[in-house]
């Protein structure tokens, strides 16, 4: 069992920059894959960024050169940060963790992240 927190969101105007943040307890951080999703009004969850365990990395398009996704596992956090926002960035941003093995995965409450001039 995971449980993961996210924080960071807020209100930001476009251009502007956030760094979210996702704290997992419960389990053994460091074997999880982890992903970062966001889900706009009307609109599916879609999958924003992602880290396995071994530091690998992927992007949606959408935000390929303006997010950064990292981990620091001796503090059981996995980070997103954003740069560049645009008003389509306007979302509920959800961490979710993946269990290497088992057919397993944890989400967090989400934060919400909103531009605004």
């Known amino acids: 069992q995971v449980q993961l927190v996210e924080s960071g969101g807020g209100l930001v105007q476009p251009g502007g920059s956030l760094r979210l943040s996702c704290a997992a307890s419960g389990s053994i951080f460091s074997i999880y894959a982890m992903g970062w999703y966001r889900q706009a009004p009307g609109k599916q969850r879609e999958l924003v960024a992602s880290i396995t365990s071994g530091g690998s990395t992927n992007y949606a398009d959408s935000v390929k050169g303006r997010f950064t996704i990292s981990r620091d596992n001796a503090k059981n956090t996995v980070y997103l940060q954003m740069n560049s926002l645009k008003p389509e960035d306007t979302a509920v941003y959800y961490c979710?963790?993946?269990?290497?093995?088992?057919?397993?995965?944890?989400w967090g409450q989400g934060t919400q992240v909103t531009l605004s001039s």
């Open positions: 979710r963790a993946d269990h290497p093995f088992l057919d397993r995965h944890y």
